[in-house]
Structures are given as C-alpha cells and as structure tokens.
C-alpha cells in the first residue's frame, strides 16, 4: 500500500509545477499572450508584457521550446487551457489587474476607429477584471448602440445582456429600455416583454417612475408578436 505522500501527483499540479520553474518574465510574457487571447500577435503582446525586446524574443522562444505557445502566422495562443489556467492562478493578484487595465486600454484604443465589436466586447471584459466595471458597462453600451447602426440589433442584445449582468440593479434602468428597443428592433419579442418585466420590478416603488408609458405598449405588442391572445393581454390593457 502506498503511502501518502507517494501518492502520484495530480494533472493539476504536474502543471503548476512547470509553470513554477518559468523565469519572471517568461511567465509574464505567457500570462501576456493568455490575457490577450485570440487578439494576440506578437506587436500587442510586446506592448502588454511590459518586457524589452531581448527579454520578450527569449521569453517566446523559451514557452516555445517548452509547449506553452503555438504560433499560427502571425497569431500566437497559449498551447492548451489548462496551462493557461495554471499561469494565471500563480500570478500575483494585483499585477494581474494592472495588466487587464492594461489590456483594456490597448485593445479599445486599436478597436475604437473601425468600430471591432469583437474587440471592443472583450476590452470591456478587461476592464471588468480590473475593477473598472462602470467602464466596462459605458462600453458595452456604446457597443450595443453602434450595432444598432450597423444593422445588427441580435448583437446588440447580446452585449446589453452583459451589460445588464455587470450592473446592479439600481443602474439597470436605462439598459433595460435599451435592450426593450434593440430586441424590438431584433424582432425578439419574448425577450421584449421579459426585459419591459424587468424594468417593472426594479421600478416598483419608485416614486419617480411613470405609472404608464410606451414600455407598456411595447409589451403588449410584443406579447401578440408571441402569440398571446387579446383576451391574455385584458388585465394589461386595462391599466394602460
């Protein structure tokens, strides 16, 4: 019978292992490329590593060598999940959130002229993780109102759902209404009458909110839209 501290180490920890005898900057250039994801190439992982050129070109070649980056042309990614998850759950909790903010600001500035939603969406994710959440709420609002524009409302429902999940309920007045217009626009009446649902239950009690308004009528609109028969809609109707 074995004895337990015998006992065959863990995948887990097999992998914290490797990751611990990376050097300071290895490890930082490979949290650099897992933050960065899919928008990692090799100009925004030198700008986010914070590494000078020599450190950052051994730095690479060493993950390299070792397994923990792939290179595909001219993006780069970390070679598999669970590598990615040992390296952030080693790196210091504070350093980590100045290297989202970091993130954040790099990524929205490269977004902001073409309009990237993609980018823009996972800007505001860094700027979540680094604290800065009314940040990431003011862009992901941006961002739903610029797919409206472009002809995309499904996304932009998308974003103000995240946008909706950051917030508290107190502040979720106006992205409610948002979201009311951009799924009416999308066509996506169930999600129509559940977001006019919403508004109604963090509004109730407020002495500032109106008794009636067009967020009623866009309700029963949207409840016909679904199926719902005139007869179903009577008790909303009547308090219209």
């Known amino acids: ?54 450190e950052l070109l051994a730095s690479i070649q060493s993950l390299e060598n070792q397994g923990f980056l792939e290179a595909d042309g001219a993006d780069i990614r970390s070679a598999h999940p669970l590598l990615s998850q040992a390296a952030l759950n080693e790196f210091p909790p504070v350093t980590m959130r100045l290297m989202h903010s970091t993130a954040a600001m790099l ?14 969406w996972d800007s505001a994710e860094h700027w979540h993780q680094a604290g800065a959440t009314e940040k990431a709420i003011a862009l992901l609002q941006s961002c739903a109102g610029y797919s409206v524009q472009i002809g995309q409302p499904a996304m932009a429902c998308d974003v103000l759902q995240r946008a909706i999940a950051l917030s508290p309920s107190r502040d979720q007045h106006s992205l409610l209404r948002q979201l009311v217009e951009a799924a009416r626009i999308a066509e996506n ?17 407020d002495p500032a909110a109106l008794a009636h308004d067009e967020l009623e009528l866009d309700s029963v609109q949207a409840a016909r839209c679904t199926g719902v028969s005139i007869i179903e809609q009577i008790p909303l109707l009547r308090r219209c």
């Open 1 to 54: 019978m074995r004895e337990p501290d015998s006992l065959p180490l863990s995948l887990t920890d097999l992998l914290t292992q490797r990751v611990q005898r990376l050097t300071d900057a290895t490890l930082r250039a490979f949290v650099a490329a897992v933050l960065l994801g899919k928008h990692c190439r090799v100009d925004r992982l030198t700008r986010l590593a914070g590494l000078s050129e020599g």
């Open 107 to 120: 990524l929205q500035t490269e977004a902001e002229p073409g309009r990237n939603i993609g980018m823009l």
């Open 189 to 205: 009446y169930p999600l129509v009458v559940d977001a006019v649902r919403r508004h109604r239950t963090i509004t109730h009690g």
